[in-house]
């Protein structure tokens, strides 16, 4: 009998065309994402905003092979992980916005009579909009329908050094047949509204922590990069996000090679598979750059796994 829960914790896509609504719907009715006090409200942009955007994400997951890669490397991951750990835990991941959600995830927990279900969020910087929104919703929805397991969780794993190798690794994959110092290295995180970093959210400080720590790694295995830089991507709407964004980055290296790496994902997805490699390496194209490379995320590699183990160890 089975007396822990592992459960990986991520944001989601569609795994079909018709999911691509639910998932926007979902997304903009989160309260971490709008962050306006009235329900209502949040009803109805959430409701204009899924209304506008909805015919151009089909478009871009339809250039994706109709659905978006985050389940599959995820259920890789998951397989690979309960390998591992072995038969005494259960392994599983619930999605925020598409499924599984989590009541059908923790409906499968309930009948493994589990005493202590350990909550890792792939994300590896703490957000209110994402390591918040995907706890509190998992843990609300256990209060409800759950039994009387323990719930450990973690909030951020951007320090652990296992991760870290696990991205220095895709950079090296990337490179293997270039120099160093013809490319410029671009740490590309997930923007944010400012007004949500003003209102005290940490994610800032922890991806720049986070892009400290790995400039010192890749000091220390002699990557010899042009320059390393940070930038944010995918802002949307009028308001001021976090800066610089990757477009103006780009705009700003002189070196005529770029490598990205995708720093706020552990799982590719669409802003990695369509965004970042085709989007921006559109603009790319048109600044000029000579070579435009993007790292793959950690998906199920097993530097991750040894990292996720490391976590479950230390929560235990």
């Not at 890789?76 to 835990?89: S, T």
């Not at 949500?196 to 800032?204: E, R, T």
């Not at 090679?257 to 990695?272: C, H, K, Q, R, Y």
Request: glycine share 4%.
């Amino acid at each position: 009998m089975k007396k822990e829960a592992v459960i990986l914790l991520n944001m989601g896509g569609p795994n079909n065309l018709e999911e691509v609504e639910m998932f926007l719907r979902n997304m903009f009715a989160d309260k971490n994402i709008l962050t306006m006090k009235s329900n209502l409200l949040r009803r109805f942009v959430g409701g204009m905003i899924t209304f506008t955007r909805c015919e151009s994400s089909q478009e871009i997951y339809r250039q994706l092979g109709g659905k978006s890669p985050i389940v599959g490397h995820t259920q890789n991951l998951v397989k690979k992980l309960q390998a591992r750990l072995g038969e005494d835990v259960f392994v599983d991941f619930v999605m925020r916005y598409t499924p599984p959600f989590a009541p059908e995830v923790i409906e499968k927990i309930n009948k493994e009579e589990v005493e202590k279900i350990y909550l890792i969020p792939l994300y590896p910087q703490y957000s209110t909009t994402t390591t918040k929104s995907s706890l509190e919703d998992f843990e609300e929805h256990y209060h409800d329908i759950g039994k009387n397991a323990i719930l450990v969780e973690i909030k951020h794993f951007f320090e652990n050094h296992t991760y870290n190798k696990a991205i220095i690794e895709r950079i090296k994959e990337q490179m293997q047949d270039a120099k160093y110092e013809d490319f410029d290295m671009i740490f590309s995180a997930h923007g944010l509204p400012q007004k949500i970093v003003d209102a005290g959210d940490v994610y800032q400080r922890h991806v720049e922590k986070h892009v400290d720590i790995l400039k010192k790694m890749i000091q220390d295995e002699k990557m010899n990069f042009h320059e390393t830089h940070l930038a944010y991507q995918s802002k949307v709407g009028p308001m001021e996000w976090l800066k610089p964004s990757l477009e103006e980055k780009l705009e700003t290296v002189r070196n005529r090679g770029v490598v990205i790496f995708p720093l706020a994902f552990t799982i590719d997805n669409s802003e990695t598979d369509f965004e970042l490699e085709i989007e921006y390496r559109e603009i790319a194209e048109e600044l000029g750059f000579k070579e435009y490379r993007v790292c793959r995320c950690p998906n199920d590699s097993k530097l991750f796994v040894d990292a996720l183990c490391e976590l479950y160890d230390k929560m235990r």
